[in-house]
């Protein structure tokens, strides 16, 4: 053999060679070293059941749980096991079309991959329950997943308690680092929200054998590699479930807001937001269409105006005016007014009053339990005109620091999401509008708790908080203990146990001034009617009007009724602001919901009048009629966006005004031979859309 053909068959062997280490390498590292096919063996092997742990339970102050866990199944798929499965029986049964069963599958894979696990139809009803479980050995690839979901046995505190759903996509970026997983439920609004990671629990994984058609077999392992889903902590509150369902049913069919709090804890016994709606409607398989349905709403069900509605505290606010003006010194306890039924030194004769000569405004006293327009509004000016400051701009920029400690213009940090801050407007606004020259009389309704002023029920309660003890408050609050607490939890909690003296400057004896004023406005003034046998009340009534633009035309809408108090007047144990939009005299609807309220709370019954006055103001529609033409126009514009889509008129012939004379032509197309196009296209038309934002009110934004 040549010397060439020798090295070409050693190299032929030594390629051999290499070739069969390469593989028995490759094999070695298959079988020792490498856990892939390991864990592939075990995907196919194992099922990875995910237990979905019990959410933390609420209390109220009386340990009554008024929110409890329930058990529903979801149905989850895992779309490469579901492959080849008979789409079109699997569709009968859950009673869908089976492009509704390619798209869901499209959205499972797009958002979660197609290897793990995603819910496919979320809280089975129990007949549908029932249905699935006697199928399912026919479609490997699904299971049901056992999930605990929210009750609410008394129905009622939805705006506080707060609802769950399922993370999507845009939750799990916002929260990418606090172990969320796709098919995981988290808290959205309410004490849900805020108390997450003490509710939430954790979730435990329990591993299961399966045959080669994907039937569970039993635990693998006997468990040995199972966790435990741990509970969520419990809350314990201040709320009063039954003076909840008091105040929800006495603001039934109605706008506005209430809030009631402990004066000596800042523990709030009671929140309403009108109108409210049913916890349970949010919870449970018809929780999604019911949502979409109030997200649409325009009376914003799901609004929390207690602590996010806006509205002029028109004459509650006049006892903190009075306030400021005896502790700046610029009025003694004795000071009086001629009033003569206006204010006329800014020159124009308002504001106007309701009470015209007789010594109605003699003293401050007088002045708070008439709600003397002229008086407060002529107190404003001589605090913000103070010889003690350089100018009007300082003066005012002084009282709005007086303003702020009292809670308005500022969040007060309750523990609940999106508190709004109200408005207490600095001297740039002013400076903007009138160019820099302005004085007293351009704000003069500021001293009325008008113009620019913009507060929430909460903040309002809390101002009488401030006032019946003297100078000082707590942080208003809900939760009052967490379960097995700890130093985080002492930590979150802390702060609402923080006393803050804002305003014990103030002088006991004018606070005794204003609180015998308030006390007088329920003995003598306009809230007789809030008079409890027993029970010494300081309150202050308050109406506002408002106006707001619909169609283009600045309407007139009635009065805002509102009403603060505390009470008792010695050792108080409850504070109320109540706002009612639209309802006219603060004395006619808001006095007589804080009366019972308190009888509630300190009598734990209600009077004789006050059952049969119950009865009357829960069954009273106060809803705002306009809101039914600005339900119109939403629902018009989303139809006709909707027909601009998809050229689907399904929706948009709900709307039409005129019927078209003929046929099924496009209403767009036009001839002379034709009749006038109907009178939905015209006010729809892409030219004509009614302006955003038309709705906006002028004295308040709710």
């Known amino acids: ?18 070739v069969f280490i390469v593989i028995i ?13 390991d864990v592939l063996a075990r995907n196919n092997a194992i099922f990875r059941k995910v237990i979905y742990p019990d959410r933390g339970i609420i209390f109220d102050r009386k340990k009554r749980a008024i929110l ?9 798929v895992t779309p490469n096991e579901a492959k080849g499965i008979d789409t079109a029986a699997f569709c009968a049964l859950l009673n869908i079309d089976t492009a509704n069963y390619k798209k869901r599958i499209h959205d499972i894979i797009f958002k979660n991959t197609a290897v793990k696990p995603s819910v496919f139809e979320p809280l089975l009803s129990p007949e549908m329950y029932s249905k699935v479980n006697e199928n399912l050995y026919k479609f490997p690839g699904f299971v049901l997943q056992e999930r605990s979901i ?8 939805g705006n506080i308690l707060g609802y769950i759903q399922e993370v999507d996509t845009g939750f799990l970026r916002r929260h990418k680092d606090e172990g969320y997983e796709m098919g995981d439920y988290a ?3 309410g004490l849900e929200r805020s108390y997450e990671k003490i509710l939430m629990g954790q979730r435990g994984i329990k591993q299961l054998i399966r045959d080669n058609k994907s039937r569970i077999q039993g635990s693998f392992a006997n468990g040995e590699y199972d966790t435990a889903a741990i509970a969520g902590r419990s809350l314990r509150t201040h709320i009063d479930i039954e003076l909840q369902q008091l105040a929800e049913a006495l603001m039934n069919n109605k706008v506005g807001g209430l809030v009631a709090i402990d004066p000596k804890t800042g523990g709030i016994l009671s929140m309403v937001s009108g109108p409210n709606y049913d916890p349970n409607d949010l919870s449970g398989p018809d929780g999604s269409k019911n949502f979409s349905r109030m997200q649409l709403d325009v009376s914003g069900p799901m609004l929390n105006r207690a602590i996010a509605g806006r509205y002029e505290p028109g004459s509650t606010y006049k006892p903190l005016g009075a306030l400021i003006a005896l502790n700046e010194k610029v009025v003694s306890a004795s000071y009086g007014y001629p009033c003569g039924g206006r204010y006329t030194l800014c020159g124009h004769g308002k504001p106007e009053c309701t009470h015209a000569g007789g010594g109605h405004a003699a003293n401050v006293r007088l002045a708070i339990a008439n709600s003397c327009n002229a008086y407060f509004a002529h107190i404003y000016r001589l605090t913000v005109d103070n010889p003690r400051y350089k100018n009007v701009y300082e003066g005012y920029l002084h009282w709005k620091e007086y303003m702020n400690a009292f809670g308005l213009g500022v969040r007060l940090g309750v523990d609940l999401p999106n508190e709004n801050t109200g408005g207490i407007p600095d001297t740039v606004v002013y400076n903007r ?5 302005w004085t007293s009389c351009t704000n003069l309704t500021l001293g009325i708790g008008q113009d620019k002023m913009q507060t929430t029920p909460l903040q309002m309660a809390n101002a009488m908080c401030i006032i019946a003890n003297k100078g000082y408050y707590y942080t208003p609050h809900f939760v009052k203990g967490i379960e097995g607490e700890g130093d985080d939890d002492e930590a979150l909690l802390n702060r609402f146990q923080q006393k803050h003296d804002v305003l014990t400057n103030i002088p006991d004896i004018v606070f005794n001034e204003v609180i015998e004023g308030m006390s007088d406005v329920v003995k003598v003034g306009t809230a007789r009617g809030a008079q409890i046998e027993g029970v010494e009340v300081c309150a202050k009534t308050g109406t506002a009007e408002n106006y707001t633009i619909l169609d283009r035309r600045r309407i007139k809408l009635p009065d805002n009724s509102m009403f603060v108090c505390f009470a008792p007047k010695e050792n108080p144990k409850i504070a109320i602001a109540v706002f009612v939009q639209n309802a006219g005299f603060g004395a006619t609807w808001a006095a007589p919901i804080a009366r019972m309220m308190m009888e509630k709370y300190l009598l734990d019954t209600l009077t004789a009048k006050s059952k049969i006055d119950s009865a009357r103001i829960a069954s009273t529609n106060l809803m705002p009629s306009y809101f039914k033409r600005l339900q119109y126009k939403e629902d018009s514009i989303r139809a006709f966006k909707w027909f601009q889509v998809t050229k689907d008129s399904t929706y948009i012939d709900r709307f039409s005004l005129q019927e078209p004379a003929r046929g099924p032509r496009s209403p767009f197309r036009k001839t002379p031979t034709e009749p006038e196009l109907p009178n939905w296209v015209k006010i729809l038309s892409a030219t004509s859309l009614p302006e955003r934002g038309i709705e906006k009110l002028k004295t308040f934004s709710a």
């Open 1 to 18: 053999m040549s010397v060439y053909n020798q090295s070409r068959s050693r190299s032929i062997q030594i390629i051999f060679v290499l």
């Open 25 to 37: 390498g490759q094999l070695i590292h298959l079988q020792i070293f490498s856990s892939k096919y």
């Open 68 to 76: 409890e866990n329930s058990i529903m199944f979801d149905l989850v």
């Open 150 to 157: 929210r009750t609410y046995p008394y129905n009622a505190a």
């Open 187 to 189: 808290g959205y609004t």
């Open 433 to 437: 509008e009138n160019a820099g020259r």
